[in-house]
């Protein structure tokens, strides 16, 4: 196993202090990825397996990773959610209300929105010193990680400066409604054995808690239903018994439409959260598709 030496920094943004973890590439090949973990807004930190055995794996095959810890979403309204039962690596919902005296600040969008913008900035700065170059940097996150990327990348193009290579989305949630699932992936859900089910209540409860008020028009909120042209060549991988890949299959369709360079896959059998899963079969081969998306893209950008 190669040895990852990893830094933590503190930055700030949109008024918030938070921090990120460098994982520099034992031997750096030119790639660099920004990486947020997921967690419904309100859930994880840079040690849940989403974001260091993610992070890792990328930095073991050349790539060096900026993981944000964003600043979560409020808690306040956790009582009014019907969370699904917790995923591996993820706290239950008893012990996320203990953990509210940690003194951990909390706010609604846009601040997690603008740090993923401003991780993604820092990463480009520093460019040189991890191994790589400014405009062959790439986003991606998993579930309201990718939720984060794909608005950062949205936030990016608008900005008209530098833009991310490549955009990877894992299992992510891309619209503030779900589509409705077609009748193959309703009755996938309906056999679900692990309980986990992002139920159209429990989605509607943690997007509205993510919003605190803002519009669930803002495309920066989420992304799915807006106009993408534009945006970074994006990968999206979702998971196969899951409610979120009505979504994921949604936002491809709409990037495909809107002439994105776009590589949509399924992980068949898969659940949601499978990075989580440190023994999940699904996970190496999805961080290889992810590893080899991100060199190929970093290759067109430095050409």
Known sequence: MITIATEDLALRAAGHD?????????????????????GAFIFGDLDVPEADATSRYLAEHGTSVVSVDYTLAPIDALASIPLPPPQDGMPSPEDLVKSLGSGRSRAPFPVASLQAVAAFDWAAEHATDLGGVAHAVAIGGASA????????????????ANVPSASCLIYPVLHSTLPEPDEELAAKIARLTSGFDMSPEATAGINANYLGGAPATDPYAFPGGHDPRGVAPTLIVNADSDRLRASGQAYAAELAAA????????????????????????????????????????ATARA
């Open 18 to 38: 938070f921090g990120i973890r460098v994982y520099p590439a034992a031997r750096p090949d030119g790639t660099i990825a920004v990486w947020l973990h997921g």
């Open 145 to 160: 990680g990718g939720n984060l990327a794909a608005g950062a990348a949205l936030r990016l193009r608008d900005r008209g």
């Open 259 to 298: 002439g994105v360079e776009v590589e949509a896959v399924r992980a068949a059998g898969s659940e949601h959260g499978f990075l989580n899963g440190l023994e999940d079969p699904h996970r190496l081969a999805v961080l290889a598709r992810m590893s080899r998306f991100i060199h190929e893209r970093a």
